[in-house]
């Protein structure tokens, strides 16, 4: 094929499959990559914003002079969040974090996209990965990100795709396994189960000499991303410690890994570490999350088994009985795949005609999160289908009761829907 036609491709590919999508990486090694960039900022019907990062982007407030700088040859008035707080200064992140996200929301009223172009340039600042994160998550819904990276950027893909915040697309398809490019066949063979309690085997038999559960914790942590620092590692697991304490700690804890798999799990690189990439991995998130972005995929025919495979691989609350705090944040991102992929099922169950197989599942999902209110209003209308309405009604009230106990009411929608099941 021509190189136009692929280029046109990737172009349609982008068009059809992302846009439900808070940010867009394309992957590195896409081939066209930057063509498709180019061919989004020439597209007369996409209005674009366009940020090349360079060498002075070293944490986040040289990252944000940059950008205001570029962008407001772009759009006026882009900066006047960020210019009232004098963002130079010693401000706290989050208030530089709310204004940069003022500023973006008010590039456009309509849908636009932000392109961030040689992303790899500031790989190694860590604040700088930490902001845009959270700017990834408080995207306004008509603003979308596309990311241009020679390399992963050390961000975490996984859980983005499972919050459908993310997708990765590679030339023309969206990727739906082994996101970072983990090493599948191997003498070393380690299958990690994350979804549930959390355990390993290596070459099918289970380890449990981790002295402590620090060594497995951080195991976990390293498989989060593509690469982390030793500085992101410490903030996680010591964040009380001082610098020198923290890392001291750090190398112990990395020691005990190694003996408890018998080699060295982690591996140093140009300042990032990364699970050893001569080791073949089998990881249950990885086909999890695998299974949602096929689910998702519109032309997929088989999608009852795909739903089924990713409400299997979950086998309870990621990393199940710890309470750390970057634990309890990736429970709930992948806790939010789990919920989709049941009401989904119940959808498909829907359409056969197994109304009761459908209330089940929807039953199942408010028995792991019992705040998610789509999942209620699922089940009331359910409920309401089937003639039952006294218990549509019954269920509102326990959802009343629990909101209640946490000082809520419930949202708009579920109140309308509640009034036209009883009127």
């Not at 209005?47 to 407001?72: E, K, Q, W």
């Not at 990765?168 to 082994?178: C, F, K």
């Not at 989904?344 to 109304?355: F, N, P, Y």
Request: charged content about 25%; overall charge negative.
């Amino acid at each position: 094929m021509e190189l136009n036609g692929l280029i046109v491709r990737s172009y349609q590919a982008f068009k059809e499959r992302t846009s439900d999508a808070r940010v867009v990486l394309l992957h590195p090694r896409s081939r066209y990559r930057s063509m498709l960039v180019a061919q989004l900022m020439n597209d007369p019907e996409t209005r674009v914003f366009y940020y090349a990062m360079g060498p002075d982007d070293v944490n986040v407030r040289s990252f944000l002079s940059g950008i205001t700088h570029d962008l407001a040859n772009q759009h006026s008035t882009f900066g006047r969040f960020l210019n009232q707080i004098r963002f130079e200064s010693e401000v706290d992140d989050d208030v530089l974090l709310d204004a940069f996200v003022s500023d973006v929301s008010d590039l456009s009223n309509e849908p636009f996209l932000l392109i961030l172009d040689e992303y790899d340039r500031t790989d190694s600042a860590d604040d700088l990965q930490a902001f845009v994160e959270q700017v990834i998550l408080r995207l306004p819904n008509h603003c979308q990100l596309v990311i241009n990276s020679r390399v992963l950027p050390r961000l975490p893909w996984v859980s983005l795709i499972a919050q459908r915040k993310a997708v990765i697309l590679e030339d023309d398809h969206l990727v739906d396994y082994n996101f970072y490019d983990m090493k599948t066949e191997g003498q070393l063979r380690l299958e990690v189960f994350a979804l549930g309690p959390g355990y390993v085997l290596l070459n099918g038999e289970p380890i449990d000499t981790w002295e402590g559960h620090l060594p497995r914790l951080l195991f976990f942590f390293a498989l989060d991303r593509p690469v982390v620092t030793r500085s992101e590692i410490c903030q996680a697991f010591w964040p009380d410690l001082d610098n020198d304490q923290a890392v001291n700690v750090f190398h112990v804890t990395k020691r005990r890994l190694h003996k408890a798999l018998d080699f060295d799990v982690l591996v140093h690189e140009g300042g990032y570490y990364c699970v050893n990439p001569e080791v073949a991995i089998q990881y249950d998130i990885m086909d999890f999350v695998g299974s949602l972005v096929q689910g998702r995929t519109p032309e997929v025919e088989n999608k009852a088994e795909i739903w089924e495979s990713a409400i299997d691989l979950y086998r309870g609350p990621f990393l199940q009985g710890h309470n750390d705090a970057w634990i309890l944040q990736r429970r709930a991102d992948y806790q939010q795949g789990y919920l989709e992929a049941l009401s989904e099922m119940a959808r498909i169950r829907l359409d056969e005609g197994r109304q009761e197989h459908a209330l089940g599942l929807l039953l199942r999902a408010v028995n792991e999160n019992d705040r998610y209110e789509p999942i209620h209003r699922q089940i009331m209308q359910l409920y309401a289908n089937l003639g039952r309405r006294s218990e549509a009604a019954a269920h509102f009230q326990k959802l009343v009761e629990r909101l209640k106990g946490d000082g809520e009411e419930p949202e708009l929608e579920t109140q309308q829907l509640y009034d036209s099941i009883m009127s």
